[in-house]
């Protein structure tokens, strides 16, 4: 093998390849910029900057928590407990903000504890998972599974499944809130994006966590701490859950611990699967995540702008999660 | 090699939830009157029934190394059917479930197999298809059962003054225990669990087999579904969220190690009804007047449940593995 | 008579690059054929193009007069091919009979009938001189009696070719004599063996003709009797060996009287290491000898703090057992290469680049960010001092040859500049070239102050690279070897003396 890699100049003049691995890295793009012109084509009014909007807030809580995914299953692992750690989230805050909890001095001390506790509530609980992996050694999935199933259960003890109504504009602005016209959750999510996309490919940090990902034993032995950079990864997957919980409920002046985050898990799943992650770990586009997830949105509104059901759409969904990982599959040898 | 402490573990992971069946049982009966009553016995037996058979569907997925996450769409999809094909009788409804059941088996088993796609993400898509499937099945509503053709007896019915979807059940884990431990193709579940590719080298059918694996657990789920239908009298397309880690939760608590390779049919049902027993204990609690706990405990305490078992698991393994 | 077997003109590509090009090869009726070549000849891919694991791209195969294409080791098998993997392919959880006889179970009114199944089972293991209970799982047993179990279970099923590869890479001298005496068994009942292996005697002392591959063709065949060892050897190279590797190293005069750089004493860890002790000085190379089970690769493990250990003092850069995890290991200033490539050392999905720099990370960092320009420059410069061939230091490392990525492993270690080097099984799969650079390499390294601590199975290898060898009995150290002192014979004497009962100790 090695002698043919020798007489071969370099690895982008084989022209075979390089097809393969056009389509590999750039696929996605490709699906995404495809599905924007089909609309332009068909859908009335999608050019418009309505449009944007809608199809940016549906997609900003199930990127926030897919970027925390995708570090996680960078690292071979996977969490189920976003959807119920965000539930965690958007019930505490209104508790804290309509002080339930606690008496507050002011209410601006109120909304910034809002942010502050749910956030700590959530790494913590983030943190916890990952005691649950490094220390018991307990499958990720199955670690995980625990707070997804607790975890609303608490949700729902803390507000006894009541609907927490709110109107605070203050603290709505991370769900409501515009800078320069653009919506703040979508800046916000740009703005995670592009840290952890940066994280990942420069700092050491990002190194270790594709090194876990891709032969755990290995970098164990090469000195790289793999209990603490796990540790941290389900924290940080944690952080962000609590964070899309919070904008969840800021959007709809409403908290209920019933629907906020239900099924996220799953979306946010599929979103790092559509976007070229490889789920056995190792390898991880972070803005893979946020184009997977807009493919998956754009179809379904594509379908939805024209007279498709929702139902239907879901069906639809399915096929470019099946389609997608395939396609990486029949490139990745 | 300490031989003889790594069978005490074994023999811990292996009966340790029995014996928690048993301090369960116990404790209700000495706590509350009427617990071992014939109706409480059977109307938990009849409600846990649809559990224990997608959990006995999942466990020999589980055995085979993968997960099927389609389960709980599948039994909605399973009960939709059922529903709309109700006023024709019994059997049209049950196959209807069953053959609704097998199509996303079969999906799953194709995706799975012959695509080469990890089964957590195959599943996942079949999931939200199965699901998709049955909300345009119902037409977005719960689609009601006709009560003239005698469908609901599949749920609600006795036989020999025990409810029907026990003995289906109860029939179907002794099938599925015959099986795993009594025919060559239960070996290969096993053997494909513990290691895929050594299965293949030696020439068995590990492909086959494992969608086999998902083809059943997509009927089990079907049935499931019938049996849901029947006994709430109606097709209810937005149920089963959440069936599917429940009965991941059951498995695991049954002691089937969730990479695959080690499991059984008899704990696996253990494991439903130790998660079922919670559930009807809190119900008890409540009516007892001292406390009172919302039905929002019941889904702490089972997770606090499933904590505390994969922990002692977790260190009977690691245990295990310093004895070798 | 026709031959059993006749492939004829087989090519096989992977990714455009051909693994086989238009190879030949015939097996006799009842003859035990060697089939050799280095790493990457193309032996395993004839082999699993034959057993229907691969397709091929052309060419033909007539096996037992028939032409065939099988497209699953499963109609092998049923046509009567059944083989032996290097790895043991067993199911670990489940037991031994189901190991044996899954895929053609005994049934008894369409149910399994177990006892008869374990009788089976055990008839067949006796044949072996193999009694054991055939309930327990697989996993309960050493090495060597899953190896035989592999092979039992491959005869058991009628064959009428058997191919084994590498079947004796974890098996002991006496394990083999049996594994022999079956052969010839196989033999005499008319049943033709392929016999991979890279070790010669074994060749000669049970095949009848072998096949050489080199680059994907098939070279030659020939009686064994009739080609001598440099023949063979010259042949699978493809060119004379050039690099004599008999010069022993002198040892360095200073090192005699500098004090160790790692000092270890009495070093316990469960039943395994029971007392071990041995001392490594700067720029020396020292070998770590024993049998398989020995405690050789538990207690480098342990001295590179991948393990606990359970007692005794590690002491190294003149502080006692500081080290309690890999990374403190290497904070202190040690390197250790797994004797498992794939499972323990290479990240395979990674680049070169990024394997290579893995433990530099935290050194490459400025306040947690990587810096690139000094990676690259890192990475330029070892690829070119250990010659690593690849087409660039983004290639990803899976796609280098077993040699080239132990190079990289061993520059991963180089770039930090240790104080220690611990290498287990350097040299383990890797074809007959690299291995002499990486010897080279080594002597070299320490000739420049490294200390290296270095198991090979390859008792020849280790006798010649070592200038001390220290040698472990069950988990205990028996002998220090050094100057004169130092030959196989004296290293074979001490890895045997006096123990009888090896079966029991030899696997633990």
């Given amino acids: ?333 | 090699m300490d031989s003889t402490r790594l069978k005490l573990f074994r023999g811990i992971g292996r009966y340790g939830v029995l014996l928690a069946l048993i301090i369960l049982i116990v404790f209700g009966w000495l706590r509350y009157e009427n617990f071992l009553g014939l109706f409480n016995v059977l109307s938990v037996l009849r409600y846990n029934s649809m559990f224990a058979l997608v959990a006995l569907g999942m466990c020999f997925v589980i055995i085979t190394g993968g997960i099927d996450l389609s389960v709980g769409s599948t039994a909605a999809l399973g009960s939709v059917v059922a529903a709309l094909l109700s006023p024709y009788g019994i059997l049209p409804g049950l196959l209807g479930g069953l053959a609704a059941g097998f199509a996303i088996g079969a999906c799953n088993a194709f995706i799975i197999t012959r695509l080469n796609i990890l089964p957590f993400i195959a599943t996942l898509a079949t999931m939200l298809a199965a699901s998709g499937c049955a909300l345009l099945l119902a037409e977005n509503q719960s689609v009601s059962v006709s009560y003239d053709s005698g469908f609901t007896e599949i749920g609600q019915g006795d036989f020999f003054s025990f409810p029907i979807p026990a003995w289906i059940a109860l029939f179907v884990y002794l099938l599925g225990s015959l099986v795993l431990n009594l025919t060559s193709f239960g070996r290969t579940v096993l053997a494909v669990g513990g290691n895929e590719d050594a299965t293949r080298l030696m020439g068995l059918p590990a492909g086959r087999v494992k969608a086999a694996v998902y083809i059943m657990s997509g009927c089990l789920s079907g049935l499931a579904g019938v049996i849901l239908a029947a006994q709430f009298g109606a097709g209810q397309p937005i149920e089963g969220v959440g069936w599917e880690l429940f009965a991941i939760a059951a498995v695991v608590v049954g002691g089937t190690l969730l990479t695959g390779g080690v499991g059984s049919v008899g704990s696996t049902l253990v494991g439903v009804l130790l998660l079922g027993l919670i559930f009807n204990i809190l119900n008890f609690e409540n009516g007892l007047g001292w406390i009172s706990l919302s039905a929002y405990w019941q889904s702490v305490i089972r997770g606090a449940f499933l904590l505390l078992v994969v922990s002692i698991q977790a260190r009977l393994s690691l245990r295990a593995e310093e004895a070798t | 008579m026709a031959p059993l077997l006749h492939m004829h003109g087989i090519s096989k590509h992977f990714a455009g690059i051909p693994a086989l090009r238009e190879a030949e090869f015939i097996v006799e009726k009842g003859e035990v054929h060697a089939l050799i070549g280095q790493n990457g000849a193309g032996k395993s891919t004839l082999i699993k193009l034959l057993t229907g694991y691969y397709r091929r791209d052309a060419g033909e195969i007539v096996f037992d007069g028939r032409q065939v294409t099988f497209t699953s080791p499963q109609e092998a098998q049923g046509a009567g091919i059944s083989t032996i993997y290097q790895e043991i392919n067993l199911v670990p959880y489940r037991s031994v009979t189901e190991n044996i006889c899954l895929g053609r179970e005994k049934r008894r009114f369409g149910l399994l009938d177990w006892p008869a199944m374990h009788q089976e089972a055990k008839a067949l293991l006796a044949r072996f001189r193999i009694t054991i209970d055939v309930r327990r799982p697989l996993m309960a047993f050493p090495t060597a009696v899953q190896q035989m179990i592999a092979i039992a279970r491959a005869i058991g099923f009628d064959a009428k070719l058997v191919i084994m590869d590498e079947p004796t890479s974890s098996l002991d001298e006496r394990e083999v004599e049996v594994l022999f005496s079956v052969i010839r068994q196989l033999k005499g009942a008319g049943v033709s063996v392929i016999f991979v292996s890279h070790k010669l005697d074994e060749l000669y002392a049970v095949c009848d003709r072998v096949t050489i591959m080199r680059d994907g063709r098939t070279v030659q065949t020939a009686p064994m009797s009739s080609i001598s060892r440099l023949d063979l050897v010259t042949t699978m190279l493809g060119r004379e060996l050039t690099q004599a590797l008999q010069e022993r190293p002198s040892p360095q005069p200073e090192s005699e009287t500098a004090p160790p750089a790692l000092a270890v004493s009495h070093l316990v860890i469960g039943q395994k290491v029971r007392d071990v002790s041995f001392s490594v000085r700067p720029g020396e190379i020292v070998g770590l000898a024993g049998l398989l089970g020995a405690g050789r690769t538990e207690t480098v493990r342990a001295v590179f703090g991948a393990d606990r250990s359970d007692g005794g003092q590690v002491t190294f850069a003149g502080k006692q057992n500081a080290i309690g995890s890999p990374a403190d290991a290497i904070r202190a200033g040690m390197g250790f290469c797994s004797e498992d490539r794939k499972l323990e050392g290479i990240i395979p999905d990674m680049s070169v680049r990024e394997n290579l720099t893995l433990a530099l990370l935290p050194q490459l960092a400025r306040h947690g960010i990587v810096d690139e320009e000094r990676s690259r420059a890192i990475v330029d410069r070892f690829i070119q001092r250990l010659g690593i061939r690849c087409s660039g230091p983004e290639q990803r490392i899976r796609e280098l040859s077993g040699g080239n990525q132990q190079k990289v492993l061993l520059a991963r270690w180089l770039c930090m500049n240790p104080k220690l080097l611990i290498l287990d099984e350097p040299t383990r799969g890797i074809d007959v070239g690299a291995k002499a650079e990486i010897l080279h390499l080594i002597r070299e390294l320490a000739g420049q102050g490294l200390g290296v601590l270095m198991i090979s199975s390859e008792l020849e290898e280790v006798v010649e690279a070592a200038s001390r060898i220290f040698v472990l009995r069950d988990g205990r150290t028996v002998a220090e070897l050094e100057g004169d002192s130092l030959t196989e014979q004296s290293v074979m004497t001490a890895m045997a003396h006096g123990s009888g009962n090896e079966r029991e100790t030899a696997h633990g």
């Avoid at chain 1, 965000?86 to 001095?105: D, T, V």
């Fill in chain 1, 1 to 333: 093998m090695a002698e043919t890699a020798v007489t071969l100049p370099s690895p982008d003049k084989r022209p075979w390849l390089e097809v393969g691995t056009f389509l590999t890295r750039y696929g996605s793009w490709l699906a995404l910029a495809l599905l924007i012109l089909v609309n332009l084509a068909i859908t009335p009014n999608f050019a418009t900057w309505q449009t944007l909007n809608v199809n940016l807030t549906q997609v900003c809580t199930i990127v926030i928590v897919g970027v925390g995914m995708t570090l996680v299953i960078a690292t071979g692992g996977i969490d189920l407990s976003v959807g119920a750690l965000m539930a965690i989230a958007g019930a505490l805050a209104p508790l804290i903000f309509l002080g339930k909890l606690f008496p507050l001095p002011h209410p601006l001390v109120g909304i910034a504890l809002a942010f502050v506790i749910p956030l700590i509530a959530t790494a913590l609980l983030g943190l916890f998972n990952g005691w649950l992996i490094t220390h018991l050694r307990i499958q990720p999935i199955i670690a995980t599974l625990v707070l997804f199933i607790a975890g609303r259960g608490i949700a729902q003890v803390f507000t006894n499944g009541n609907l927490q109504v709110f109107n605070l504009p203050e603290f709505q602005f991370i769900g409501l809130g515009r800078l320069f016209g653009i919506p703040f959750q979508a800046i916000l999510m740009v703005i995670i994006v592009v840290t952890v996309a940066w994280v990942l490919r420069r700092t050491v940090f990002g190194r270790e966590v594709l090194a876990i990902g891709g032969n755990e034993r290995a970098a164990r032995l090469a000195g790289i701490p793999v209990a603490s950079v796990k540790q941290r990864v389900y924290l940080i997957s944690g952080v962000l859950s609590g964070l899309a919980g919070l904008i969840v409920i800021a959007r709809n002046s409403a908290a209920d611990a019933n629907l906020v985050g239900l099924g996220m898990e799953l979306d946010a799943i599929a979103a790092v699967a559509v976007g070229g992650t490889l789920l056995t770990g190792g390898r991880a586009s972070v803005i893979g995540t946020l184009v997977g997830a807009l493919i998956i949105q754009l179809v379904r509104y594509t379908l939805l702008a024209n007279g498709v059901p929702d139902a239907a759409a879901l069906v639809a969904k399915a096929a470019i999660i099946v389609l997608a990982v395939w396609l990486q599959r029949q490139n990745y040898r």
